[in-house]
């Protein structure tokens, strides 16, 4: 079955420092997609990137940027030069595409890293 | 930017009283799930939804629960008597049929208080 790691289970930063938040995931599918949600403390989740297997581009959106590694079965999260308005859980999760492990394109969320930034 | 929208935001319901949470999906979306969050935990699977019948349900979409779309346009999740531990954060969500362009988008929640 698929299966999501995030570890970090709260990660506390001052303000314009990088954080990394970790990723690691399980799957038994080639064809598999991760994403990363963002959940600020008005409880919406908000879409941040999605990568599939085959892409193993790191991608870098402004301050945000991830880095996918297949061999270590991570896809990792760095938020550089963080700002307050970053606080927020963060949540990573896998969907397989060919339902090899009955995931069935249904995505499963990690625990999620609470990530504090203090002014 | 196109948005799945859920009704109401917050619902307070008394153990034992059906409640109805309402999604309005994006047009041209095709799959539908359901997902809920207790408070402080993880975003757990409940049901997805693929013309117009359940595709996958996990082990607590039970008896109690149930969903429809009824007009083709609200996708809707059913509790029919609720206990406590219904209390959570509920999100639908959908995508379109093809390659998870843009991902699953998910709607801004319904936070539902048993007491």
């Known amino acids: 079955a698929q299966k999501v790691t995030q570890a970090q289970t709260e990660i506390s930063v001052v303000e314009k420092e990088d954080v990394t938040l970790d990723c690691v995931y399980e799957t038994r599918d080639t064809t598999y997609y991760l994403f990363w949600y963002k959940q600020p403390p008005s409880g919406e989740l908000v879409f941040l990137i999605r990568?599939?297997?085959?892409?193993?581009q790191n991608e870098i959106s402004g301050r945000y940027s991830w880095n996918f590694q297949k061999s270590t079965s991570s896809f990792n999260f760095t938020i550089t030069a963080s700002q307050v308005v970053d606080s927020a859980v963060y949540f990573c999760a896998l969907s397989e595409a060919t339902g090899a492990s009955g995931g069935s394109y249904i995505p499963t969320f990690g625990r999620g890293t609470s990530l504090i930034v203090h002014p | 930017e196109p948005e799945v929208t859920q009704t109401p935001s917050h619902q307070v319901t008394q153990m034992g009283q059906e409640v109805i949470l309402r999604c309005v999906p994006i047009s041209n979306h095709l799959y539908f799930y359901w997902y809920r969050q207790i408070l402080g935990q993880k975003v757990e699977f409940l049901v997805s939804?693929?013309?117009?019948?359940?595709?996958?349900k996990s082990e607590i979409f039970d008896d109690q629960f149930s969903v429809e779309r009824p007009d083709g346009s609200n996708f809707t999740l059913k509790i029919r008597s609720t206990k406590l531990e219904d209390s959570a954060m509920y999100f639908c969500?959908?995508?379109?049929?093809?390659?998870?362009?843009?991902?699953?988008?998910f709607g801004s929640g319904t936070r539902l208080t048993v007491v």
């Open positions: 939804f693929y013309n117009n019948e359940i595709s996958e």
């Open positions: 990568r599939n297997s085959f892409d193993e």
């Open positions: 969500a959908g995508r379109t049929g093809t390659s998870f362009l843009g991902g699953y988008t």
